[in-house]
Structure formats: structure tokens, C-alpha cells
Nanobody
Framework: QVQLVESGGGLAQAGGSLRLSCAAS????????MGWYRQAPGKQRELVAV???????NYDDAVKGRFTISRDNAKNTVYLQMNALKPEDTAVYYC??????????????WGQGTQVTVSS
């Protein structure tokens, strides 16, 4: 089995920063893409940022220039550095990873979510 455990959410003021972490553990052979999604109240879950195993990245236009996604392959961990936060960034943030297991099956896993609240 695989678990994704997130940390780093919380309360920040507009213009402030937070850093999210997500560590994958379990019977992992390798990890393809890792990413962050968010879901605000009454809205659908949306992609925030994604990074591939080769290090390429992609961002939603709403966070470009403010958020940075990175990963530490040795630790099976992905990070999301969030700067210049805005009240509209308030949401539950979910980690997502496409993982090859040691059984050589591939599945997509989700973290439990971490709340980010930005006050104006």
C-alpha cells in the first residue's frame, strides 16, 4: 500500500507565504508525476501545479509567478512553496502522485488534504 501524507497548511495573511509538503511511503518502485490540486468551498477540484519525474513543471495561470513546485526524488516528497498569497488561494490542497508499485502495477494516489486559509 501507498500513503501520501501532507503537511504545512494553515492560516496566512494576504501577501504571506506557506510551504506545503507531501511525502509518499509504502511499496514504491518509482514515481511519475506529482502534483498539487485544490478545492475551494462550492467549487470543483482544480490542478494547481505538477512536476514530472524529469523535473518539468506546469502551473495553473492563477498561481504562475507566485507558487513553485519542487520534488526530492530521494525522499519521495513533493513541495509547494506559496508566496504572495491571496484570499482566493483559500482552499483544501491535495497532493497527487502517479506511482509504480514494486508489483509493477501503476496507480494514482491522493493525500488527505490540508487546509490553507488566507485572510485579507
Amino acid at each position: 500500500q501507498v500513503q501520501l501524507v501532507e503537511s504545512g497548511g494553515g492560516l496566512a495573511q494576504a501577501g504571506g507565504s506557506l510551504r506545503l509538503s507531501c511525502a509518499a511511503s509504502g511499496s514504491i518502485f518509482s514515481i511519475d508525476a506529482m502534483g498539487w490540486y485544490r478545492q475551494a468551498p462550492g467549487k470543483q477540484r482544480e490542478l494547481v501545479a505538477v512536476t514530472t519525474d524529469s523535473g518539468s513543471t506546469n502551473y495553473d495561470d492563477a498561481v504562475k509567478g507566485r507558487f513553485t513546485i519542487s520534488r526530492d526524488n530521494a525522499k519521495n516528497t513533493v513541495y509547494l512553496q506559496m508566496n504572495a498569497l491571496k484570499p482566493e488561494d483559500t482552499a483544501v490542497y491535495y497532493c497527487n502522485a502517479a506511482i509504480w508499485l514494486r508489483s509493477l502495477s501503476r496507480s494514482v494516489y491522493w493525500g488527505q488534504g490540508t487546509q490553507v486559509t488566507v485572510s485579507s
